[in-house]
């Protein structure tokens, strides 16, 4: 890339960055109910148990029980 170019990473692309020098990034990730069951379907599969408990926990304090339930807790 140069200077001055923009990258767009079209919804559901994985990706990796690394930043050499002075750099400004603008990054925009949306997870909402209408994402979720998609971000839960990667999560359950590319994430290890402990990650997976965390954010489950993290959901029910923040008052998404119905969303925290969907998250594979079992197993590897």
């Known amino acids: 890339m140069f200077p ?3 990258l767009f990473i079209p919804s559901g692309w ?3 960055v690394l930043n ?3 750099t400004v990034v603008i990054a925009h990730d949306v997870c909402c109910r209408l994402t979720f069951p998609r971000y ?3 999560t359950n599969v ?4 402990t990650v997976r408990k965390r954010l489950q ?8 029980d119905e969303l925290a339930v969907q998250l594979r807790i079992s197993g590897a």
């Open 40 to 42: 839960v379907a990667d």
């Open 4 to 6: 001055e170019d923009l």
């Open 14 to 16: 994985w990706r990796q």
């Open 57 to 64: 926990c993290a959901l029910r304090r923040a008052g998404f």
């Open 20 to 22: 050499i020098g002075q």
């Open 46 to 49: 590319y994430t290890n148990r």
